[in-house]
């Protein structure tokens, strides 16, 4: 077996590798969804990664998709047989010390220590991950649009202390009704006067986007291979990012999520 491990600022080399790694995850994903006809699409940092870079932003740590609702469910349900054994499916019912709601693809040939979990004891799986977001649709109103913002922020105050939530408490019941509040506002796939939101599972970051924004997907590369991304990534990035999101930025901002980061090769 081979180790390495790299604190806090984590070596190049490593964390390359560690990308290489969680491509390997997104193939396999991408193979899954288009046996199984589930759509998806590169989201956040790995969308800006594929407009800005064609591929990892440098110092990019994670992989980010979403799905549509009904496809994040299915995927759920076959994810266990259709997955090789180098990933673990991560669920609250797979790892019961898993504190998030959404579902992760973690690695079994590498670790990562993220900065909130430095010094914690931490029971659930901390291979480098693949993110995987369920997305709804909701009325295209104000109201609805001030509904959405404020049970997320809700949903914030009691989910896990994660990157964008460093103050949460991690209260699963109260979540739970408050995701459920959410999802009875879902509409399908019909309305393209809908809005599309993440689902109340990915607490960190509300989005409000257009309909004919994600749809139809299409492909962009990213890594050398291609895969499914919003229709106007362009506005799908800007409705995520306050900031100018084509500019470097500078030298010193360009940190990774992790505090720590170890290849395993045992398999």
Not at 185 to 195: P, T
Request: proline content about 6%; hydrophobic content about 40%; aromatic content about 12%.
């Amino acid at each position: 077996m081979l180790c390495m491990t790299i604190m806090a600022k984590i070596n190049p080399k490593v964390l390359r590798e560690a990308q290489l790694i969680m491509l390997e995850m997104l193939v396999e994903f991408d193979r899954i969804c288009k046996k199984h006809n589930l759509q998806y699409w590169l989201d956040s940092g790995t969308l800006l990664g594929a407009v800005r870079h064609k591929g990892f932003i440098p110092w990019d740590d994670d992989i980010d998709l979403s799905m549509p609702l009904e496809d994040y469910s299915k995927f759920i349900q076959i994810a266990q047989d259709e997955l090789p054994d180098s990933i673990f499916f991560q669920t609250t019912k797979t790892d019961g010390s898993f504190p998030f709601d959404y579902i992760k693809l973690r690695s079994q040939k590498a670790e990562i220590v993220e900065f909130h979990e430095k010094d914690r004891d931490v029971a659930y799986h901390q291979g480098v991950f693949v993110d995987i977001f369920p997305m709804l649709t909701i009325p295209n109103s104000e109201f609805h649009q001030q509904f959405y913002m404020d049970i997320f922020k809700l949903i914030r105050s009691v989910s896990s202390v994660s990157l964008h939530t460093p103050e949460g408490k991690n209260r699963p019941l109260e979540r739970e009704k408050l995701i459920a509040t959410l999802a009875l506002m879902h509409q399908g796939w019909q309305k393209e006067d809908s809005k599309i939101i993440y689902g109340g599972e990915m607490p960190d970051v509300a989005a409000w986007f257009d309909y004919q924004s994600i749809f139809p997907l299409k492909k962009m590369e990213f890594e050398g291979l291609e895969f499914s991304v919003p229709n106007d990534p362009d506005h799908y990035l800007g409705a995520i990012y306050s900031f100018d999101y084509m500019e470097l930025p500078p030298l010193d901002k360009r940190a990774t999520h992790a505090e720590e980061m170890r290849i395993v090769d045992i398999f």
